[in-house]
């Protein structure tokens, strides 16, 4: 089955600092990748749809210039959490639609999360 | 716009009972249903998908759901829940674009 990672698991930073969180298609292309934070006990919230070779297309309330989208390749999107704050610790996951001719482009396939605790 | 309820915040069954997860879910036109399963710090993994044809959907570990466009529910079932059953259920409609909304998910603990 098609699978897509995330790196890192886990990151603790220190307030002020970036970090950016990786999410790969290993064995499919994704022209189209969402990312998704959640807090403990909570549903995933949807921040922003993120579009190979074109502008991240961000969900109302989500400050695109904070969370920074890059989809540079058709297995790669990465999402930068600039100036972390302790608020912006959170669990963030990411999730690929396979665009090839043999995926349903309806299907999305989940990273297993990035953990960001930000101290 | 898309939303999706899930009733029940925490579920406990005793292992081996049936299970009935609740999902009523509001959206314009045909929707995409989906139920994941969550473990503690781990990413989603799908259990069933419905996007059209027969109504009851099998999906993987023993789990089904049943489409009901009257009632607008996607509730998902099991026969026997297993004690490694235990686990966050999401409940999501998702458009022809890719874009899921999530419920707000469903605990499900399973006493031995």
């Known amino acids: 089955g098609a699978v897509v990672s995330q790196h890192p698991s886990r990151v603790i930073c220190k307030s002020g600092t970036s970090v950016k969180i990786e999410c790969r298609s290993l064995d499919f292309q994704a022209t189209t990748m969402f990312w998704y934070r959640q807090f403990p006990k909570q549903s995933l919230m949807l921040m922003a749809t993120?579009?190979?070779?074109?502008?991240?297309?961000?969900e109302q309330g989500v400050e695109k210039d904070k969370f920074l989208i890059n989809h540079a390749s058709l297995t790669l999107s990465t999402l930068t959490v600039t100036s972390a704050h302790p608020e912006d610790s959170s669990f963030y996951i990411c999730?690929?639609?396979?665009?090839?001719?043999?995926?349903?482009?309806?299907?999305?396939?989940f990273g297993p999360g990035t953990r960001l605790t930000v101290l | 716009a898309q939303s999706v309820t899930q009733p029940d915040i925490h579920i406990t069954v005793s292992e081996g009972a049936s299970l009935e997860l609740r999902c009523n879910y509001s959206?314009?036109?045909?929707?995409?249903l989906f139920w994941y399963v969550q473990s503690p710090g781990q990413g989603l993994q799908l259990l069933l998908k419905y996007f059209s044809g027969d109504t009851l959907v099998q999906g993987i570990k023993g789990f089904e759901a049943e489409f009901k466009r009257s009632q607008s529910s996607f509730n998902l079932r099991k026969p026997s829940v297993h004690w490694s059953d235990a686990a966050e259920y999401f409940c999501a409609v998702g458009n022809n674009a890719g874009k899921s909304t999530f419920g707000d998910g469903t605990t499900l603990t399973v006493k031995p």
């Open positions: 959206y314009g036109a045909t929707p995409y």
């Open positions: 993120s579009n190979e070779g074109s502008k991240a297309t961000y």
């Open positions: 999730s690929a639609r396979d665009s090839g001719a043999g995926g349903r482009s309806d299907t999305q396939y």
